[in-house]
């Protein structure tokens, strides 16, 4: 079992940053991809971007990358993301979320993530 916290959200003006982080109570961290996904009002879960167990892998959606940075620090067992360049469509609910390591890379896929977080809430102002 892993629970898992978001902390970070706020309000931001357009093009402004801010900085999500995750903590992970769970012994053997390093055992889990970690991912951040998002979902707006009225709209679908959508995924943001996934990290490797090792974080040697990343993986993003096309509308954050170059934008948005995530890292994990396994000793800490913390999740991150950075997220600058905020635009009005950014705006959501983000989630952390973890889920079973099978390899190398991370699939930024819901189903493969088992243990959710509350979600944080991102609104970026016009």
């Known amino acids: 079992q892993v629970h898992v916290a978001e902390t970070g959200g706020g309000l931001v003006q357009t093009g402004g940053s801010l900085n999500l982080s995750c903590i992970a109570s769970a012994s053997g961290f390093d055992d889990y991809v970690m991912g951040w996904f998002r979902q707006a009002p009225g709209k679908e879960l959508e995924g943001v971007a996934c990290?490797?167990?090792?974080?040697?892998?990343?993986y993003y959606t096309g509308g954050v990358k170059g934008r948005f940075t995530i890292s994990r620090d396994n000793a800490e067992n913390m999740l991150y993301l950075q997220m600058t360049s905020l635009k009005p469509e950014d705006a959501a609910a983000y989630y952390c979320?973890?889920?079973?390591?099978?390899?190398?890379?991370?699939?930024?896929?819901?189903?493969?993530?088992?243990?959710w977080g509350q979600g944080t809430e991102v609104t970026v102002s016009s």
């Open positions: 979320a973890a889920g079973p390591s099978n390899g190398a890379e991370c699939e930024l896929e819901s189903n493969r993530f088992e243990y």
């Open positions: 990290i490797s167990w090792s974080g040697s892998y990343t």
